[in-house]
């Protein structure tokens, strides 16, 4: 595609309920990132997809959360058992690296997770 | 754990007066990059530094790496409406790819 898309773009859930954030990265790039950012800061890492496989989540906050990226493109970022914390803007990027080190990263457009 | 400061918080300056934010890493960097994020998107790529001591520019804007490859600055000459917006800088290094960004610099410009 054209760029990084996420979906939902926004989302409300009642504290306890489960989400699933989407991320469609930039056809053929080989990196995925996820990061949390929270109103007035930065983006914060929280985990890292070379193609299918999962290198590095030592970002994630609790095990509360999981990604995922079956096939090597589409991404699901999921968060069990939502709690007020939780709640901030989930952006997902893509990169064309293929190793480590690092290289220009794609951002989509977010996901704005409210818990109430 | 690696950290990136960046300094100011906050800038206000009238339209046409220069603009600089600062950027310091607690550990050597492999390569920094600078985004933008207008208010309510999401962050833009700008350009990135991998050098020592290197400098790049992009017609107003000016960006240095430090020759410790520790720091680095984002410099704006003459300021326009359309700078507006949140400036970061993100310090590579994790040995996976991961950026560590900074808090930012919100700009705001004064017509």
């Known amino acids: 595609g054209a760029g990084v898309s996420q979906s939902p773009r926004y989302k409300v859930a009642k504290r306890g309920q489960d989400v699933a954030l989407r991320c469609d990265p930039i056809?053929?790039?080989?990196?995925l990132f996820w990061y949390q950012q929270a109103l007035g800061q930065g983006p914060e890492f929280l985990t890292y997809?070379?193609?299918?496989?999962?290198?590095?989540k030592s970002g994630l906050p609790s095990d509360r959360f999981f990604a995922e990226r079956p096939e090597g493109s589409v991404s699901t970022l999921k968060i069990q058992r939502t709690q007020q914390e939780d709640s901030a803007v989930y952006l997902c990027?893509?990169?064309?690296?293929?190793?480590?080190?690092?290289?220009?990263?794609?951002f989509g457009p977010g996901t704005r997770l409210t818990v109430l | 754990g690696q950290q990136v400061m960046q300094i100011p918080q906050y800038q206000h300056v009238q339209e046409g007066e220069d603009f600089t934010t600062y950027c310091n890493s607690s550990?050597?960097?492999?390569?920094i990059q600078w985004y933008k994020q207008r208010p309510g998107g999401h962050p833009v790529f700008l350009i990135q530094?991998?050098?020592?001591?290197e400098v790049k520019k992009q017609k107003r804007l000016t960006f240095q790496f430090g020759e410790a490859k520790k720091n680095s600055s984002l410099h704006i000459t003459a300021t326009q409406t359309t700078d507006v917006g949140t400036y970061f800088c993100?310090?590579?290094?994790?040995?996976?790819?991961?950026?560590?960004f900074g808090k930012g610099t919100k700009l705001s410009v004064k017509p």
């Open positions: 990027a893509s990169s064309n690296l293929a190793g480590p080190g690092t290289d220009t990263q794609y």
């Open positions: 550990t050597t960097l492999s390569n």
């Open positions: 997809f070379q193609n299918e496989a999962q290198l590095d």
């Open positions: 056809s053929g790039h080989v990196s």
């Open positions: 530094l991998v050098k020592s001591g």
């Open positions: 993100a310090g590579g290094g994790g040995s996976q790819g991961n950026l560590i």
